[in-house]
């Protein structure tokens, strides 16, 4: 029998099918690159004319790479950053609504039999040299002797009872706008930590607040109950690289600033017209972070039960900064305060938000998907405005199971708690219809009011709204202090 491979015959002496590399085809697909390219030169043909063909099965292509590589970091820990335990021997807790445990639960029972259900963590960014030599057992007159400095890397100088440092001019506020930029994935990696840690999906409901030095503070209600140590080695072992190019140098001011040139398509130097470095050029000339944020040492922890006054007085601290901006958690009441608070503003002012900032150009780097409408210096992000004092994203931080209901349940429930508070007032919307039936409008119906009557007649709609849910509150002695998710438990 004759085996046939791309319609040729296969040699049938035994040693040439193996110099030259042919296999049953269900053993190998094709010969290897060094057979064919022995094969090709003794035929005079070239490697285009011979592609290998086969029948039978085909093997699974092999990982393709990209011509231009994707910019890849090592996540080998950082040698001063101590090791966290996993503790794969615990079983899982409920991830949703919180129970109650006996004294036979295999995760143990608080006072009475009952489970603490919920534990309340406070987290915050560097912390004052002073406190962290008050922690580690020096005085403030020691603070140079004896004490590891890698543990002070995160601080940012000395500072007063009322947030404001002892000695503005060495005050660290480059590292304090940075580590409140990136204070939101400093924390998304501690929650992973977390969960890794304790070996079950971690819900919380959390808030982030200034402290008087204005550094981000996090307050925390976690279900489930996690020991003070485990909490304490998820915190030290937590820290957040950016990779980013080098902008501790300012190298355009006042003006003095890169401009757009049409013909290299990017920002030019105003004085040669070379063009500046773009983002993936600035990036491979990165060898180690331009920042590592990390949390102080002050970690604290206490645990909860559900339903004491201990947990309401809790939930209130939480729920208060609902309706309340960054911003408004400060008040300056003295000009020291005044003066820290533009220090730091104007610190964040020049630090990049995210590759695509504006910012970038002061510091001669083209920002990542650089156009023509960037004005240099110039960033529309939240984190570079007084209000935020640098954290853009939410102040209210919500795991997605914490509730155990979907967008559309919450959806629902706030409906219905408008409708309920409007109707204990008198107002209902007995006017509109029970039944509407919706039907795809066609080109030209007549029946179709013109676009602008439409726009109006919802601007009139969202108008009344207001009004009647304004009037509502009014009515009512105070604002409700009942929620949607407890009126629909």
């Known amino acids: ?12 002496d035994p040693a040439r099918r193996r ?14 690159r060094s057979a064919r390219a022995a094969s090709h030169r003794k035929r005079g043909r070239s490697r285009s004319e011979t592609a290998p063909r086969h029948r039978g099965p085909v093997a699974p292509p092999g ?116 580590d409140a930029v990136h204070f939101a994935a ?8 977390l969960r890794r840690c304790v070996g079950w999906d971690v819900q919380y409901f959390s808030t982030v607040e200034p402290q008087r030095r204005l550094a981000p503070h996090w307050h925390a209600a976690i279900r489930g109950s996690i020991s003070r140590a485990e909490l304490r080695a998820v915190a030290e072992a937590t820290y957040h690289q950016v990779w980013w190019p080098n902008h501790d140098e300012i190298k355009y001011s006042g003006d003095n600033r890169p401009v757009w040139d049409a013909r290299a398509k990017g920002f030019v130097d105003p004085t040669t017209r070379e063009p500046l470095p773009t983002w993936d050029e600035a990036l491979d000339q990165v060898e180690r972070p331009a920042h590592v944020a990390r949390f102080g040492v002050q970690v604290h922890s206490k645990s909860i039960l559900g339903g004491t006054e201990e947990a ?82 939410r102040r209210v931080l ?13 959806k629902h429930d706030r409906k219905e708690f408008v409708r309920q508070l409007l109707a204990d007032v008198g107002i209902t919307g007995d006017d509109q219809p029970k039944r509407v039936v919706w039907n795809n409008v066609r080109p030209g119906d007549p029946n179709v009011p013109p676009r602008p009557h439409l726009l109006l007649r919802a601007v009139a709609e969202r108008r009344r709204w207001k009004a009647e849910y304004t009037a509502a509150l009014l009515a009512s002695a105070s604002p409700p202090d009942r929620s949607a998710t407890s009126q629909a438990a």
Request: aromatic share 6%; proline share 10%; with cysteine.
């Open 63 to 178: 990982p393709t790479y990209p011509a231009d590589p994707e910019h890849r970091r090592a996540t080998r820990t950082r040698s001063p950053t101590p090791p966290v335990a996993l503790p794969f021997a615990r079983s899982p807790l409920p991830v949703t609504m919180p129970q109650a445990y006996g004294p036979t639960s295999p995760h143990g029972a608080g006072p009475l039999g009952v489970r603490h259900t919920a534990v309340s963590v406070t987290l915050n960014g560097g912390v004052p040299a002073t406190a962290v030599a008050e922690r580690a057992g020096y005085s403030a007159r020691g603070l140079g002797r004896g004490l590891d400095h890698d543990r002070l890397h995160h601080s940012y100088g000395k500072v007063r009872a009322d947030g404001t440092p002892v000695d503005p001019d060495s005050y660290d506020y480059r590292r304090a706008a940075r």
């Open 186 to 193: 400093l924390l998304d990696r501690f929650v992973q930590n």
């Open 19 to 32: 110099a030259l590399g042919w296999r049953a085809p269900n053993q190998v697909p094709f010969p290897s």
């Open 1 to 12: 029998m004759v085996r046939r491979r791309a319609g040729r015959e296969s040699p049938r």
């Open 398 to 410: 919500v795991s997605r199971k914490w509730s155990g209901k979907s967008l559309a349940d919450h």
């Open 312 to 393: 309401g007085r809790h939930i209130g601290y939480l729920t208060k900064y609902l309706t309340k901006s960054i911003g408004e958690c400060f008040d300056a009441r003295t000009t020291r305060q005044e003066d820290h608070a533009e220090r730091l503003c104007a610190e964040l002012a020049v630090t990049p938000c995210s590759p695509q900032c504006p910012v970038w150009l002061l510091y001669g780097i083209q920002p990542k998907g650089a156009r023509l409408s960037m004005e240099p210096g110039r960033c529309k992000g939240k984190a570079h405005k007084r209000s935020t004092l640098g954290v853009a994203g």
